[in-house]
C-alpha cells in the first residue's frame, strides 16, 4: 500500500509541475515605480502591466526572461521617452538574451533615442538570437532606426507604426555568413529617412500586409552581400500583401547573391525610382503583382476607400493588400480625368473637351467637379488652369459619390 501511495504521489507531483503558471501581474507605478524595476522583479510568465503617462527610461532589457511587457491603454497614452542626445546615446529596449516569441512587448510610443554609430542601432534592438514579439507599438521620432534585428535573431513585429526616424524603419542587418529572420506583418512603415525596410542579409523573411510610404529611399531592399554561401535550396524572402507607395527610391528592390524571392500580389504605386526593380515578379504578371493608385481615404491613416484596387474585392488575388482595410466610401482623385494618377494639362485639355467639344466624359464624372460646387461647367476649368499655372487654391483632393 505505501508503495502504492508513493507512485500516485510522484504521478500527482510530475502532472501538477508539467502546468505552467499563469504567472503574477506587476503593476506599474503601483507595484513597482518603474518598468525598468517591474521587469527586474518579473520572473517567467508574470506580466508587467504599464499605467498610462510618460516614462522617462531607457536601454530596457527582458534579460532572456520569458514575460509580457504591456500598457494598459495602448501607444498614444503610454510613453517611453528615451531622452538621448549626442554624447549621451540611449535607446528604447535592447532584447539580446536569446528571449523567445514568448516574450511581449506591447503597446507602447518609443521616441527621442539617439545612436548614430557606423552599426546603424535600433530603438528596438533584437540581437544575439533575440526573437521576441513585439505588438501595437509606435516608433517614432528617433535619432536612428526604428528597428534593428541582427545576430541570427527572428523576433514578431505585429501591427506597429515605425515612421520619422532618421535611418531605416527596420533594418535586417546581420553581415557575411550569419543571417537573421523576422516575421513583419500589419505594420505601417513611412516618413523614415533611410529605407522603409533594409534586409542586408536575411533568410526566411516575411514582410506581409504592410503599408511602407514615403521613405526617403527604397521602401523595401533586399540587398546581401557576397558571397554569404547563400544557394537557391535557402529559405526566400516573402513580401506579399503589401503597399508600397511613394518612397523616394523603389517600391522594391532586389540586389544581386540573394535566394529567390516570393513577392506576390503588391501594389507598388507612385515610388521614385521605379515600382519592382530587379525582382522576379514584374507588373501584372502572374504573381498578382500591379501599380495602381491605392485610393486611401486620407494620408496617413491608409486606410481605404471602398474602390481601392487593394481590398479582396477589387484585385485578381482576392486578398487585401496593406496594413489597413476599408475606411470610407468611393474615391477619386479629383482632377485626374483621364484616369493616369496625375494632374495636369492633359487634364485640362480632357475638361476643355469635355464640357465645350462633346468630348467623352471621364470614367468617374465626379472628378471633374474640381472646385466641389456639384457642377461641371467653365467654372471647373478656370478654377483647374489657376491652379495649375497661377498657384491657385487646391482642387478638390478626393472626391465621394
Same mark, same amino acid.
Given at each position: ?127 544575439? =538570437?533575440?526573437?521576441?514579439? @513585439?505588438? *501595437?507599438? /509606435? !516608433?517614432?521620432? +528617433?535619432?536612428?532606426? &526604428? #528597428?534593428? $534585428?541582427? %545576430? ?49 542579409? =536575411?533568410?526566411?523573411?516575411? @514582410?506581409? *500586409?504592410? /503599408? !511602407?510610404?514615403? +521613405?526617403?529611399?527604397? &521602401? #523595401?531592399? $533586399?540587398? %546581401? ?177
Amino acid at each position: 500500500m505505501r508503495t502504492f501511495t508513493i507512485i500516485i504521489s510522484a504521478i500527482l507531483f510530475v502532472a501538477f509541475s508539467a502546468i505552467p503558471s499563469l504567472g503574477e501581474t506587476i503593476h506599474v507605478p503601483l507595484d513597482q515605480p518603474t518598468i525598468a524595476a517591474g521587469i527586474e522583479a518579473a520572473v517567467n510568465g508574470d506580466t508587467v502591466l504599464v499605467a498610462s503617462g510618460t516614462y522617462e527610461e531607457y536601454n530596457l532589457n527582458f534579460n532572456g526572461k520569458t514575460i509580457s511587457v504591456i500598457s494598459e491603454s495602448g501607444p498614444v497614452s503610454t510613453i517611453i521617452n528615451v531622452n538621448g542626445s549626442a554624447g549621451d546615446e540611449r535607446l528604447g529596449f535592447i532584447f539580446e538574451n536569446g528571449e523567445n516569441r514568448s516574450s511581449l512587448l506591447e503597446g507602447f510610443w518609443i521616441h527621442e533615442a539617439y545612436d548614430v554609430t557606423s552599426y546603424n542601432p535600433g530603438a528596438i534592438m533584437c540581437v544575439n =538570437g533575440s526573437s521576441p514579439t @513585439i505588438r *501595437n507599438c /509606435t !516608433i517614432v521620432n +528617433n535619432h536612428c532606426t &526604428g #528597428i534593428r $534585428i541582427a %545576430g541570427l535573431s527572428n523576433p514578431l513585429i505585429e501591427g506597429c507604426y515605425i515612421s520619422v526616424n532618421s535611418f531605416d524603419g527596420i533594418h535586417i542587418a546581420d553581415v557575411y555568413t550569419t543571417f537573421s529572420a523576422g516575421e513583419i506583418t500589419g505594420c505601417i512603415v513611412d516618413l523614415n529617412m533611410g529605407y522603409g525596410i533594409r534586409i542586408d542579409a =536575411g533568410l526566411d523573411v516575411h @514582410i506581409t *500586409n504592410c /503599408t !511602407i510610404a514615403s +521613405n526617403s529611399q527604397d &521602401g #523595401i531592399l $533586399i540587398y %546581401g552581400d557576397p558571397p554569404k554561401n547563400i544557394s537557391t535550396e535557402d529559405p526566400p524572402i516573402y513580401v506579399n500583401n503589401c503597399i508600397l507607395y511613394k518612397n523616394g527610391g523603389a517600391g522594391i528592390r532586389r540586389m544581386m547573391y540573394y535566394p529567390p524571392s516570393q513577392i506576390e500580389c503588391n501594389d507598388a504605386y507612385g515610388n521614385t525610382d521605379g515600382e519592382f526593380v530587379n525582382v522576379a515578379a514584374s507588373i501584372g504578371d502572374e504573381n498578382g503583382n500591379f501599380s495602381a493608385n491605392p485610393v486611401f481615404c486620407v494620408a496617413p491613416d491608409y486606410q481605404l476607400s471602398s474602390n481601392s484596387p487593394c481590398l479582396p474585392l477589387n484585385n485578381n488575388c482576392g486578398v487585401l493588400i496593406g496594413a489597413s482595410g476599408q475606411g470610407c466610401g468611393p474615391n477619386y482623385f479629383c482632377g485626374d480625368l483621364d484616369d493616369n494618377g496625375e494632374r495636369d494639362l492633359s487634364d485640362v485639355t480632357f475638361l476643355i473637351a469635355y464640357v465645350f467639344l462633346n468630348g467623352p466624359a471621364p470614367e468617374h464624372l465626379v472628378v471633374a467637379d474640381v472646385n466641389c460646387d456639384d457642377r461641371i461647367n467653365i467654372q471647373d476649368i478656370t478654377y483647374y488652369i489657376a491652379y495649375l499655372f497661377r498657384g491657385g487654391l487646391e482642387l478638390c483632393f478626393w472626391c465621394g459619390e
